[in-house]
């Protein structure tokens, strides 16, 4: 999603002082290994992210002989890159809420830097699997984690959170965020999504552009009480109206 290259420095320079949010729930106590370093796999992620490394496995390989992304990403000379099930582990133990403030902690950051405009925003979601199994009385939730929900990821169900985002079109970077749990549809987050992407953008949005999963009149409705113009396919089972300024 984030693709492009002249973003990542600002990225990156906002991303130290959440250290405390990153660590929390890695804090190590009693017997055991500790674990990798979180900041590292943070900034390991957002190189992904950056210099579309399609794959957790590719950015491993990658990792292991690209001094520059080594010492980015803080990893000594002897250490190992970060295996793809450490990156897996990170993203379950973030989990969804505290990911949802460690970004719009750095949307805030960049806009504020004049990195994001957000006249052009992009909706879509993403999932984020659960740090938890399923509960044996209620196949359909979490069992230590009892907010997390079974869907739809990709061509399968599984438990977990989906990520909503808002992404300013220009920067490829993202304006607002809203973790739900993954059995929830885009349409249902979708107005509170963009009510806080034009908070974000300071009311600068003018175009929405969304797959046909965001069609639905009251969302269209919506979209153009903020005159913003909604740019999204309508499905076959839906009548597009003939006459709309923003159909």
Known sequence: MFGGEWPFRDVLSCLDDLEDVVCEPYRHKGAGRPPRNPMGILKALVVKRFRNIPSDRQLYRRLWSDPELRRICDIEEYEKPYHPSQLTRFRQRIGPERLERLMENVVERLRNAGVIKGEIVACDATFIQAYSKRDPKDDSRGYSDHDARVGRAE???????????????????????????????????????????????????????????????????HISSHEIKPVIPYPSNQNQPKLSSYA
């Open 155 to 221: 061509k399968t169900y599984r438990l977990g959170y989906k990520l909503h985002l808002a992404v300013d079109s220009a920067s490829e970077l993202p304006l607002a965020v809203i973790a739900a749990p993954a059995n929830e549809n885009e349409k249902k987050h979708a107005p509170k999504l963009l009510d806080k992407a034009v908070k974000a953008s300071n009311s600068q949005t003018k175009v929405l552009v969304a797959d046909s999963q965001y069609s639905s009149r009251k969302l269209r409705s």
